[in-house]
Structures are given as C-alpha cells and as structure tokens.
C-alpha cells in the first residue's frame, strides 16, 4: 500500500516533469530549426572571413566577428581572453613532383602543419615506402638520404571513423621526426582519410628536437595509390619537394567568451564552445567553424526563449586548437588561477553532421543521469551517451572537477573533408547541422535546471 | 534452485548464439566497408546508363544491367518478370517566364511527371498564390482564367523529413484537378524540399478525368520566395508556361529478379528490393540506384561469405514505380496467380544516407522479435526498429501475409536532392550507403537464419 502511494505520488510529478521539459525542448527544436541561426553565422565566418590559421589577419577578424555577435545579447558578458600563440605560416605554394621509371607526375600535396620546409631549393631524393613504424624500424638502414612514404591506410572496417583516424595520426604526428632518426631528407604521408578524392589533408606534426627538422607533406588518396603501385610494380621513385614552412614571430590570440551569469549558482559555470582556428586550406566549415556557430546557438536559443540560466554559462571560441592548443590551455590556467568552479563542459569538434550522441568523461551516477534523458532527445537523433571523449579545447577542465562531454554527430562523412580544401560551407548541411544544435540545446538546458 | 539452473543452462546458448550472429554480421560488415561493390555498381548505373525514365532507352539498358549483374552468381535464377507501362514522355524544354509589375523572370522549372503540356503555345494567365485547398475552396470564385501557384510549405520543424512531404505532397499530386475544377488554366507549386539551392523537383500527379487536363510545373524555393514577395508587396504577376508532357504508346518494362532457393523453406520467400527506374532529371543516385544497389549488395555479400539462405532470398529490381507502379503491382499479382508463400519484404527507397533504423507493418511479436536484434545491429548504426511504413513496390505483400519492412536512413538530405536535378552519384557518400548496406544484410541474415 506505502509502495503503491509512492507510485502515485511520484508518477504524475515525474511524468509533469518529462512532459514540461519534452514541450520546452520542442520550443527549442522549432526555434532553431525555423530561425536558422547557425547556418546563417556559419555562412559569414566561411564567406566574410574565410579560413583562419592562428595569427592570420582572418583569424583577428574571426575573433572580432565572434565580439560583434556576442555583444548583441544584452546583460551578457563578453571577453576576449588573451592567449599567446605561435605562428606558423604556409610560406609559399607546396609543390611536389615524383619521378617514376623515368617519368614525372605531379602529386596533390600540403605541408604538414608546424612543419619546416626546405625552401625553393627544396629536397630530391629517392622515396622509400614504409607501411608503419614497425617497418621503419626493421628497415632502418635504409631510410639515410630517403624520402620516407609513409602509406599507413584509413581501416575502413572501423565503423567510427575517429577509431581510424586515431590509428593513423601518428604518421603525421610523429613520422618526420621518426625518419630523421634514420638520416630520412623529407617525408610524405597517405592523407588520414577514406574520401574518394584526391584531396590532400594537412593537420599537425610536431618536431623531436632531437633530430633535423625535415619536409613533411601529405598527399590525396589516388596520388598514394599511385606511388603504391609503382613500388608493388618495382619501379624506382624519386621525389622534389618544395615546401615553404616556417615560424614567424610569437603573438596574441584570443578566446572569445560569452558569459552569461546564472540566477542559482553563478558561481558555476557550464562551458560551450567549439574552436575559431581552422588550418589555411579552406573555411574549415566542419573543423570547427560547426561548433562555433552551434555553441552559439545554445546561447542565441536560449537567450530569445526568455530562459533564465541556474548556472553560469559561457560559450567559448576557442583560439588555436589546430596547431598548438594555446587556447584551451589559457582557458584552464586562468580557471585555476581563479579558482574557478566548473560543473560542465561540451565540445562541438566532430562536424556539423547528423547527430548521434554525446560521449562523456565519467562512467557513473553522471553517465547514468544523462542517460535518463535520452527519450527526450531521440526524436531529434540522439540515441546514445556514453563514456568517452570531449575535445581538444576542454578536456583539462576535467582536472579540476568539470564533467567533459563531446558532441558525436555521425563520423562517416568527416574524414573526407577533414583538414581538406573541401571543407567549405556547401558541405555542410543546414538540417544536419541545426539538428546537432538542437540537441546541444537541449542537453545544456537539462544539465543546468537539474545540475549534475 | 530451478531458476538458477534454467539460467545457467539458458544463458551460455544465448550468448553462444549472440556471439555466433556478432561475428557473422561483423564479416558482413567488413566485406562490405572494404569491397565497396554497391557503391562501384551505383558509379555503373548513374554514370553508364544515367536518368531512367519508365520507357525510355536506359530503362531497357539498367534492366540489362541488371540482369548481367544478376547473371554472375551461378545457381541464382534471374527472371525479366513482363510489366505493361505507360510511357509519359516531357516532350520538350520547360519553360517559364513570370512577369512581375511588368519586369519578367525567367523561373526553373519541371513539369510535373504524368503532367499534359500545352506545348509550344503554353498557358499565359495572370497567377493567384494559394496557401492550402482550404483557401483555394475559400476563393474558388477568384481561380477561373488563371494559373494556380500553391506555395504549401515544408514544415521544417519535422524532424523525420517523409512527415514534411507527405503533408505537401497532395498539392503536387491533386493540386491540378482540384485547381481545374474551379476553372484555371494552369499550376506552379513550391517544390517540395527544404534544400537551399534552387533546383525545381518533379514527381507525379494524377489528373481526375471530370476536369480539364491543365498543365503543371514546379519551381525552386529561391524562385518561389520571389514570386511570393511579389504577392506580398501586391505586384501583379503572370506567367507564361511552356510544358509539353505527353503519353506515348504503352510498353512492356521489367522487374529484374535474382532468385536464390533456401535450403530449408524454398517455398517462403524473402524479397530485398528497390525501384530500378527514376525521373529523367538526373541519375537518381539516391532515388533509387541507392537501393537497387544495396539490395544487389546483399546477394553479393552473403553470396560471397558461402552464405546458405533457408528460405528463397530474391533480389527485385523494380520497374515503374515513379510515375505508375506497375512493377510492383506485377510482383503482387504474379504472386497471388502462384499461391507464393511470402515471408518478409524489404525495400530500401529513401535513399543511401547513414542508416538509423527499420520499419515494419507490425506492432506485436515480429516487431518485438525484430527489436531484440537492435544490439547486434546499432554498432553499425541502427537504433530504431519500429511500426512504420514499408516502401511502394512491396506494400501489397502485406495483403497475402508478408511482413513488409522499409530501411530507415537519416532523413535529412534526402529531400534536398528528391527528384531534384543534384540527386547525382557525387551526392552520395560511399560509407553512408554502404552502411545501410551493412545492416539490410545482416537484418536479412537474422530473418532468414531465424525466421519470423
């Protein structure tokens, strides 16, 4: 009888409850999916400022261009939080020409993001192709004087396309410096990706001081298939590489903050953000200016539907996330500094896809709780929440006490334009990327009226 | 004590079996993601035959296609099932000039399939927007001597994008005879998408033989919003249209079949198929290569795993089912003339996005059985099985006993290329549609190995 007065008692709060929170997240899906507001600041970043390498003039106009939003909400804080970057730069027009059996292809290529280049002068040598450092190793007496290939391939079996691109990272990461060891003049890598192009994808590498700092480029899938094929076929390959380079001197970035101060727990602060950085190749429409404008969007929705936040909450605009990470380290130094309380965190830095899930930084009663909210989500894609990653920007504030949680749209289509000059605004698609704000919403709108 | 030992003796089978079928569709799924043979076929189908209108020349050359595709798995029967077709043909270059407060615009358009062009001489008459049958009935004296623009919208607050069309998919389909009755000599309608280009989507109509056979077309959102402004600000607007849709004699298509015998049921049948013919405006790369694709994926694919099916497994290539389903209707009456036992059906027509679920017409204890595979499956994407629609061309199976099943993709992208002059084989992604792939077969493989 106690039991069944329980229900009773419980059951009508519980169902009120749901049923409060499934109507006020329809607000916020209509909201959004009709107003359209990140795709309309999606397509200024991409067409009025373009791509925005760390320390480029693009990037200050990012940064302005992310003040000037953010200063239209009224009673809401806006910060432009100095962060000291290095400045790597292009430094002139990447070209690679192979010699196969005699006769000369140009390949697809892009220096390797913080790579040194060799100049007009450039680097010719006979290529040697190396499927993975295993091999490197056993092969190691032959890599002095040699351009090192490194042909590690995207497994296409791997469902979650960042399960491949986590496989194959380190080539680029690690893989010039790896050559060096062994007297290697420059490296070349199969892009990290499965795109049916030819796209060449850049990203970061980062130098052993211990040894010489060598040219480092990537090349597009069918241009690899290639140099593949004349090494199955036993055809001599020699490589010129003309890449440009270098490091110009330090300078100032900024992360770019909303803060909106909470009515409950101002002391509190729940973190939304996405980076401004993108690599210099193309808009970086996914990666990230898609985090960006959806981060954004949780402020611009919830601010128009008259929502009073319990907790503080700041959108973030990440500065320098692509090669060097200043500005998610300035971020955490300045929370410890200030001793700063952080309850929650959620990164958009997967692409503007579809969305899946979110995956978060605990295995227990927080994991559970989320969990319990996934019927409230599913009609809008969400359908799982896990443990696992959050993103390159946030993920220390899990030091200091925070929950870290990343948006998982769907993986499959990511790595075709990842760090590719086909990351431009017409591959992103409106729906698919409302439909992650949506959910972003909607979860931050939970986390803060029910805490953690 | 009994309990214990039911568990005990219950729980390793279950597992062994849930292993077993983990493990096999886990091969499914790696055959597929490495062999890509539904995305080489779909290159085949878009690129060599191209745009395959009920009648026309690359309809014969894709049932060709087809059967020599079919033709190379030995021991699999392929059968040209005859279908009587009526040909509608566009018979020319649509055209359409509006003149708005005396400045003309030329509008991109389609006729609509199945429409009566009034040719070279067209319809010129001044134009009246309507909203809905409700105001078209409310000003039904205001319609005589005039051109119709039913300027319905999608609803994009539906998240599931098939609800958005099928609410205006009636003004294309009726819009005409419901505007002809009140008199008008003609019809423009909004094109039913969401898409942010302006590409006008055809598909089909039915005239109602009481009133006179006015022509049809469709125009692009960008086209449509302009014509609306024009109604806005109280501009006068006419239009001069050209169409010159017409019916030639009536032919003879194919549903193109690959029979596969069981082993232990020959006589239950499992049916996997999509509509081999398309609109004449592109190549109908989702709308239905997709599916026709990843039905010939699964034969492939279990086929090439030494699969043995207990029931007989077809794979149809459905004729006809744009603008008359006479193909499907074929495959239901010969099956009613044979007394065939049909077990399941599945067709994939809403085009080779991620895959999120399945629908099935039932809701009692096939759905649940159906469910209970849902965790062998949503590693690869699949969420969701629920009560739902099926597809066009096997809907009539239900009548003589079948469970009907439709693969439910991500809806999002689908209606910015539905008929659409972009549904082009580079809007499809590989992995996407070999994913939904992935789990038709391995749904197949769990219906056919358990049955229902």
Redesign the interface.
């Known amino acids: 009888m106690k039991k069944l007065l329980l229900v009773f008692l419980l059951s009508p709060l519980f169902s009120v409850a749901q049923n409060e929170d499934s109507l006020f997240i329809k607000k916020i899906?209509?909201q959004i999916?009709?107003g359209g507001y990140a795709y309309d600041k999606l397509r200024e970043l991409c067409k009025q400022v373009g791509p925005r390498l760390t320390g480029s003039q693009q990037m200050y106009k990012a940064e302005a261009w992310g003040i000037a939003n953010f200063n239209k909400f009224n009673g809401v804080q806006v910060i432009a939080q100095e962060c000291k970057i290095k400045r790597w730069v292009r430094g002139g027009a990447d070209k690679a020409v192979a010699t196969i059996a005699g006769k000369k292809m140009n390949l697809d290529i892009t220096a390797l993001g913080n790579s040194m280049g060799a100049g007009a002068k450039g680097v010719s040598a006979p290529v040697i192709l190396i499927n993975s450092f295993d091999e490197l190793e056993k092969r190691k007496s032959e890599i002095k004087g040699k351009i090192v290939f490194y042909n590690a391939k995207f497994d296409?079996?791997l469902?979650e396309?960042f399960y491949a691109y986590g496989a194959t990272g380190r080539y680029r990461w690690m893989g010039p410096s790896r050559a060096a060891k062994y007297g290697a003049v420059g490296v070349v890598i199969r892009s990290m990706t499965?795109a049916?192009d030819n796209h060449p994808h850049t990203g970061s590498m980062g130098y052993n001081d211990s040894f010489p700092k060598i040219p480092a480029a990537a090349m597009g899938l069918a241009d690899a298939d290639k140099l593949e094929s004349a090494f199955t076929n036993n055809k001599p390959v020699s490589i010129q590489l003309n890449t440009y380079g270098h490091y110009i001197s330090d300078s100032i970035g900024h992360n770019i903050i909303a803060e909106w101060k909470g009515s409950e727990h101002p002391e509190q602060i729940i973190t939304i953000g996405g980076h401004l950085d993108s690599w210099d190749l193309a808009e970086g429409a996914h990666d990230d200016g898609a985090g960006c404008v959806q981060s954004m969007q949780v402020l611009q929705t919830l601010y128009s539907l008259g929502y009073q936040p319990k907790h503080t909450i700041r959108i973030v605009l990440f500065c320098n996330e692509e090669n060097g990470g200043a500005g998610g380290d300035k971020y955490l130094e300045e929370a410890k500094v200030k001793n700063e309380k952080h309850l929650f965190a959620l990164e958009s830095d997967e692409g503007g896809f579809?969305p899946r899930g979110f995956t978060i930084n605990d295995n227990g009663v927080t994991l559970k709780k989320l969990q319990s909210y996934i019927p409230l989500l599913?009609?809008?894609?969400v359908?799982?929440i896990e443990q696992g990653g959050d993103g390159a920007d946030i993920e220390g504030l899990k030091d200091i006490g925070a929950i870290t949680c990343g948006f998982k749209p769907?993986s499959?289509?990511y790595f075709?334009m990842h760090h590719a000059r086909s990351d431009v605004f017409e591959n992103v698609?409106?729906?698919?990327l409302l439909?992650g704000a949506v959910n972003m919403t909607a979860l931050i709108y939970l986390v803060d009226k029910y805490g953690l």
Chains 1, 2 share one sequence.
């Not at 599913?378 to 894609?381: A, D, E, F, I, L």
């Open positions: 899906a209509d999916l009709t296409n079996t469902v396309t499965h049916t579809t599913n009609r809008y894609g359908f799982s769907d499959q289509r075709d698609n409106k729906r698919e439909l």
